[in-house]
């Protein structure tokens, strides 16, 4: 039922709109009467009327000046302006402030009916679109990351459906060439068992909100970003046709720095992003969203890496450092001294450790340790495995050690991430 007020100074002319039409007959209540301006803002204010029947000269307050606080005081009531004939420009003037319609006195009664009836009807139709902008606006941002979901998972194949749904959502994506980044926080379990819920929840947090000040927007490219899971997020990157190959790698590259070094001045923990080659196509996106995905991988253990495009190691640019890497990659289980990796290498042990400290930030030994520690915890999460089987396959004959060092890199010893594992298995 609609509530209706009616605002008049003239009394018979309340009592005839108030009785001469059966407006429980059309769905009207009649909730209030007031004679002046102030009575009836009063009145608004009490009963959220949906409909007023305002007179537009009344003492105190005219209806020009009702309407206008009724809008500063953000009452949602739709309005039919009664007025005499000499009075019709001055209530043309109403009519910036949504007027619905308005009626020249003496009324009439079937007009009046007539007028309220549409004018509820009009009250519907606006209210069922400001509901549905509010759901829209609500869901849009859930809307927006299931349907990059859909298109990098390649549940989307046909171009033109692609770019209606982009065009329907408002999605900032251009046309030209597409690239994906794919960046997922490193060591998730073991910030699982290290974290509480809202230190988890702030730490995505943090990387969501520097991932969308630094990949939304640059001179060459717009950014979309996506959750693909608890772990893991996808970022589209869409180029303008006009930029040069050269500027768009100088502006991802100047980015992606940016966004290590805010993640750095916020956290400890690291990610690692990997970067797909471009395409043309739309349709392309599931196969660049892959492509990033398989190949990113951390080279070294707790610091934020970045693996570009066509080359797996490309976020170290020396071939000696990548040398050192691929000694540790492949003799990891293996007791491994710096004199055997700078033999191995025909470079000076001294060299050696000035380079590799450098380039990465950190001493051979401690990528060394980092690095078996994280082969440590993928290998306990194998069923039954023994924990002195572990340390021996990472390079620890001594498993106290082994359970020592286990412990400083987590704070968990082996056993206890075992359990945390299988817990939540």
């Known amino acids: 039922m609609y509530q209706m007020l009616v605002a008049d100074d003239e009394y018979y002319i309340r009592f005839g709109i108030a009785n001469v039409i059966d407006w429980a007959s059309i769905d009207i209540e009649i909730v209030g009467e007031a004679e002046n301006g102030i009575q009836a803002l009063e009145l608004a204010k009490q009963t959220q009327p949906d409909l007023i029947l305002l007179d537009i000269c009344m003492p105190l307050q005219n209806g020009l000046e009702l309407m206008k606080q009724l809008r500063e005081e953000h009452l949602d009531c739709g309005i039919i302006i009664l007025s005499g004939y000499d009075e019709f420009e001055y209530a043309q003037q109403c009519f910036q402030y949504g007027v619905l319609d308005y009626l020249l006195k003496p009324i009439d009664k079937q007009k009046l009916k007539d ?40 549940h989307l194949d046909d171009t033109k459906k692609i770019k209606e749904k982009i065009d329907f959502l408002h999605i900032p994506i251009l046309e030209g060439c597409y690239q994906v980044l794919y960046i997922r926080l490193d060591d998730y379990n073991l910030l699982e068992s290290q974290l509480t819920l809202d230190e988890l929840r702030w730490l995505k947090e943090q990387l969501q909100t520097h991932l969308e000040s630094c990949f939304s927007l640059s001179k060459s490219f717009m950014g979309t970003f996506t959750q693909l899971s608890a772990d893991e997020w996808g970022v589209l990157l869409s180029f303008t046709a006009a930029s040069a190959a050269e500027d768009q790698d100088k502006q991802l590259h100047a980015c992606v720095d940016l966004f290590f070094s805010k993640l750095e001045t916020a956290t400890t923990h690291t990610v690692s992003i990997s970067i797909s080659p471009m395409s043309k196509e739309l349709t392309d996106l599931p196969e660049l969203y892959q492509n990033a995905r398989r190949s990113n991988r951390k080279f070294i253990p707790c610091k934020n890496s970045v693996i570009w495009p066509g080359n797996a190691a490309s976020q170290v640019s020396r071939s000696e450092i990548q040398g050192i890497l691929n000694f540790v990659f492949n003799h990891y289980s293996e007791p491994i001294t710096i004199q055997q990796v700078a033999d191995a290498l025909y470079i000076s042990p001294s060299y050696l450790m000035h380079l590799f400290k450098s380039c990465t930030g950190k001493t051979f030994n401690t990528f060394l340790m980092e690095y078996r520690m994280e082969k440590a915890m993928e290998l306990l999460q194998t069923s039954g495995i023994q924990i002195q089987a572990v340390a021996q396959a990472v390079g620890y004959s001594d498993v106290k050690y082994f359970n020592k060092l286990f412990k400083k890199h987590t704070s968990l010893t082996p056993s206890e991430y075992i359990k945390i594992h299988y817990a939540k298995s």
């Open 115 to 154: 007028t309220v009836v549409k004018a509820c009807l009009t009250r519907r139709n606006q209210r069922s679109l400001q509901n549905y902008q509010h759901f829209v606006q609500q869901e849009h941002p859930s809307l927006c990351n299931q349907f990059l979901q859909n298109l990098l998972l390649g």
